[in-house]
């Protein structure tokens, strides 16, 4: 999938102030390496180095165009374009921080004991997800996705089976009973979960579609061609605008449930 990252920056503020809010929440970390999963344009990983400086650092991505915007700022992180299905911490790490990044992965019933296993003692898996696949913008995409010309092209893109990107599945991530059942007893150090509904204040035409271009638009948008595009998305945003309408101040209100998770091994 591809990234834009001006696009996802649009909204920067909004986007990352969740990952800093779960970094508030890292106490004390054992010596060892510091990783963050899905670092993108690597705002965390320079804040997680200004904590801990002196520490091994690496910010992992998938993406070679984010990883280039995060390259321009912090040499003492080292940035690897890599999978993290793949991925395996060598040495254990004493942290291990994915902001918005694993509910594009599948698989969480293996993937998070894999995580924690990948700690030192005393070790922090700090993990924030968005909790909104039941949010309009989320249900209209998928309407709009699988009831049109295009939707034979989609189709495949919601199919539960498929590796990557997960996101467009119904249910992406779990519920916090989900996540606390298969880590709590792997956790020796304790577990902490919380959920977070942000209210954001877009400004802006069309801001809710604005936001959607930024991350769960991408894949969809890839797999059709130009005119089937700008039929989704007129469909897609005429929706929109009947579900988030502009308060007087021409402001859109777009709540946003996030599940926090914090667990240390
Ligand atoms: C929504 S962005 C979040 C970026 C950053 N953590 C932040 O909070 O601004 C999700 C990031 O996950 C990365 N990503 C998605 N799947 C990945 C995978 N399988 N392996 C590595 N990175 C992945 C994407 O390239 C993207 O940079």
Request: proline share 8%.
């Amino acid at each position: 999938m591809t990234w834009n990252v001006q696009q996802y920056l649009k909204f920067g503020g909004e986007r990352q102030r969740p990952g800093f809010d779960l970094l508030a929440q890292i106490n004390d970390l054992p010596p060892g390496p510091l990783v963050d999963l899905g670092c993108g344009t690597g705002i965390h990983a320079r804040a997680i180095a200004a904590r801990w400086p002196d520490r091994d650092l690496i910010g992992l991505d998938s993406s070679a165009s984010m990883l280039a915007e995060a390259r321009q700022s912090e040499p003492s992180i080292r940035w690897v374009e890599a999978d993290i299905r793949q991925w395996r911490a060598a040495p254990k790490a004493a942290l291990i921080y994915s902001n918005a990044t694993l509910q594009w992965l599948t698989h969480h019933e293996t993937l998070f004991p894999r995580l924690l296993a990948d700690l030192v003692p005393g070790g922090v898996l700090a993990v924030q997800m968005p909790r909104n696949f039941d949010d309009p913008s989320q249900t209209l995409l998928r309407d709009t996705a699988l009831d049109g010309p295009w939707a034979a092209n989609l189709a495949p893109l919601f199919d539960p089976q498929i590796e990557t990107p997960s996101l467009l599945r119904p249910d992406p991530v779990g519920t916090a009973r989900f996540y606390y059942d298969l880590l709590a007893p792997l956790a020796s150090g304790g577990i902490d979960l919380w959920l977070t509904e942000y209210v954001h204040q877009l400004a802006g035409d069309d801001a809710v579609l604005e936001w959607m271009h930024g991350t769960t638009l991408r894949p969809i948008l890839d797999a059709l061609d130009a005119s089937a595009r700008d039929g989704f998305l007129a469909s897609y945003a005429e929706k929109l605008r009947r579900a988030f309408p502009r308060g007087p101040d021409g402001k859109t209100l777009l709540n946003f449930r996030r599940l926090f998770i914090v667990a240390r091994a």
